[in-house]
């Protein structure tokens, strides 16, 4: 089935620099999601951005999305050592009227301080 | 708090056990979800209920058996298990599985999961 890829798998970075992950699917997509996964625990909603859509923001939270490419990008700035965690990208699956989310195997994000 | 209870939080296990996860949601959703996540691997849908009717089985061994006997709860029974299952078992609920008809997404809601070990 369709899933989301992200890249890179792991980055570490410096506080207060930008990070950016990738995300590539494979077919048409409604919408796609980016979810943040603290170690361990569950993963948590971030951001939505819908096929019409090329970008979208929310705090320090950029998002864009390239339909032709199949792929999307997001951006988190100014970053804090408590935005360490994994971060996932998931794709909407249809079936029989109805869509499961499929994800990525997700980015590791290490913030220095 | 998300408003997804997963419980127990840990759980140890022999191959010839059998024990239950459990997951409550007082969102007021329709949908819930199983997933796994093994180390390195993507998450894995399992199970997905909707309006308390099993609506996929991702060809999941049938030792592990879902239960829904309501929109706000959901279990996983677990029974001779192997220790490859050994996981973090995740718990997600949604709207509905139409909700991406009506508001163009479907979001999931997030338990803090079950962490299954199989000895």
């Known amino acids: 089935s369709q899933q989301g890829e992200e890249d890179p798998q792991a980055l570490s970075i410096q506080e207060g620099e930008n990070a950016t992950m990738n995300c590539s699917y494979k077919?048409?997509?409604?919408?796609l999601q980016w979810y943040r996964q603290n170690s361990g625990r569950g993963l948590v909603h971030l951001i939505l951005i819908r096929s019409n859509e090329r970008e979208k923001h929310s705090g320090r939270l950029r998002v864009t999305l390239d339909t032709s490419k199949k792929s999307s990008s997001l951006l988190i700035t100014a970053s804090r050592a408590a935005d360490t965690a994994s971060y996932f990208c998931a794709t909407d699956e249809w079936y029989s009227s109805a869509s499961k989310i499929i994800f990525g195997s997700g980015t590791r994000l290490s913030i220095r301080p | 708090e998300t408003g997804v209870t997963q419980t127990p939080r840990h759980l140890v296990m022999g191959m010839t056990n059998k024990k239950s996860l459990k997951c409550e949601q007082h969102?007021?959703?329709?949908?819930m979800y199983w997933y796994k996540q093994s180390a390195k691997k993507p998450l894995e849908l399992m199970f997905v209920?909707?309006?308390?009717?099993?609506?996929e089985n991702n060809s999941v061994p049938s030792r592990f058996s879902p239960e829904c006997p309501n929109s706000s709860h959901l279990f996983l029974h677990l029974h001779t298990l192997q220790p490859e299952d050994s996981a973090l078992y995740l718990c997600?609920?949604?709207?509905?599985?139409?909700?991406?008809?009506?508001?163009?997404?479907?979001?999931?809601?997030f338990g803090a999961g079950s962490r299954l070990t199989v000895l």
């Open positions: 209920y909707n309006f308390k009717e099993q609506t």
């Open positions: 077919t048409s997509i409604n919408n």
């Open positions: 997600a609920s949604s709207q509905d599985q139409q909700g991406l008809y009506r508001t163009g997404a479907n979001v999931l809601t």
């Open positions: 969102l007021g959703h329709n949908a």
